[in-house]
């Protein structure tokens, strides 16, 4: 599969199909699943956009497949938000999506060490697409992922180093706690 990432004009030509998008497909695991065409305006008109790169996701084969947006720019560990649309999920583009993402973080962002994603706990298509893709787990944090209309589930947070990227190897964590 073939992926091609594009910045995003929301200032200008963009603005419309990014909202069709963020308002056409359902996002069950993120804290606001249907965002509306007023809420995704809102944002945008009140800068939520500014600090961060929204960047289309294009697949050769599918077209337009979702959207990413990096964040912590001028940080060493830049994180991301991934949107697939609805209709192109569990079809295999996870994994090259986040291998052209980390290859645009690490390529076009020379400060950058980290690269990294938290997901819900219940997102097991995406946590295995972490490990994947060379993310290693570095935390699950219970119940800090709100839920609407729900009890809090963990979030679980993945990372990507710099020299992993470089040398397709995986750096282990070391999980165990010092002994007295």
């Known amino acids: ?4 990432i594009t910045p995003i004009d929301l200032r200008g030509s963009d603005r419309g199909e990014f909202t ?31 600090r961060r790169s ?3 996701i ?5 077209g337009r ?9 001028a940080d060493t560990t830049l994180t991301f938000d991934l949107r697939l649309g609805t209709r192109y999920r569990a079809l295999g583009l996870g994994l090259p999506v986040l291998r052209a993402l980390a290859s645009l973080v690490f390529t076009d962002y020379p400060k950058a060490n980290r690269f990294e994603g938290q ?3 219940d997102n097991v298509a995406m946590r295995k697409t972490f490990l994947r893709s060379g993310f290693v787990k570095e935390s699950h944090r219970r119940d800090a992922w709100p839920v609407a209309g729900g009890e809090p589930l963990a979030s679980v ?4 180093l710099r ?15 010092p002994r007295s």
């Open 119 to 121: 997901t819900r706990e």
């Open 20 to 50: 069709r998008f963020m308002t056409r497909n359902s996002f069950p695991f993120h804290q606001n699943a249907n965002p509306t065409d007023a809420q995704v305006d809102a944002t945008i008109d009140a800068g939520g956009y500014r």
């Open 163 to 177: 020299r992993d990227w470089a040398s397709g190897a995986t750096t282990a964590l070391d999980w165990d706690e």
């Open 54 to 56: 929204p960047l289309w």
């Open 65 to 73: 497949v979702g959207i990413a947006v990096l964040d912590d720019l």
């Open 58 to 62: 294009d697949e050769r084969e599918h």
């Open 1 to 4: 599969m073939s992926i091609t």
């Open 157 to 160: 947070g993945y990372a990507i």
